[in-house]
C-alpha cells in the first residue's frame, strides 16, 4: 500500500476557498478524495488516473478541482464557493477507482474542512 498524508483544511467562510494537498509515499496510477461529514457515511468527491482523467461526484462539478504533479506523488484538491454543507473530514485515497470506497486500497488520515456560515 502507498502511504498518503493530506493537509491543507481549516477553517473558511461559505463562499471561500481552499487547497487540499495529498502527498504519496510512492506513485499510483490513481488518486482520489472522499469526504466524511459527522453522523453521515464517506462519500465520493472525486478521482484522477494517471492521465489526468478525472471523475467528480455531481455535486461538486464546477466547484472542485483535482490535479496531480506526478513528479512529486502529489495531489490537489482546489475548492472553490465552499458551502457550510462541504464541512466534513477530507481522505485521500489510492490504488481504486469510482464512487464506492471498498475500491480503494490506501487511504490517509484526513483533514478537516470547516465551511461557517
Known amino acids: 500500500q502507498v502511504q498518503l498524508v493530506e493537509s491543507g483544511g481549516g477553517l473558511v467562510q461559505a463562499g471561500g476557498s481552499l487547497r487540499l494537498s495529498c502527498a504519496a509515499s510512492d506513485s499510483t496510477y490513481v488518486m482520489g478524495w472522499f469526504r466524511q461529514a459527522p453522523g453521515k457515511e464517506r462519500e465520493f468527491v472525486g478521482a484522477i488516473n494517471w492521465d489526468s482523467g478525472t471523475d467528480y461526484a455531481d455535486f461538486v462539478k464546477g466547484r472542485f478541482t483535482i490535479s496531480r504533479d506526478k513528479a512529486q506523488n502529489m495531489m490537489y484538491l482546489q475548492m472553490n464557493s465552499l458551502k457550510p454543507e462541504d464541512t466534513a473530514v477530507y481522505y485521500c485515497?489510492?490504488?481504486?477507482?469510482?464512487?464506492?470506497?471498498?475500491?480503494?486500497?490506501?487511504w490517509g488520515r484526513g483533514t478537516q474542512v470547516t465551511v461557517s456560515s
Open positions: 485515497v489510492a490504488e481504486g477507482w469510482g464512487p464506492n470506497p471498498d475500491e480503494y486500497n490506501s
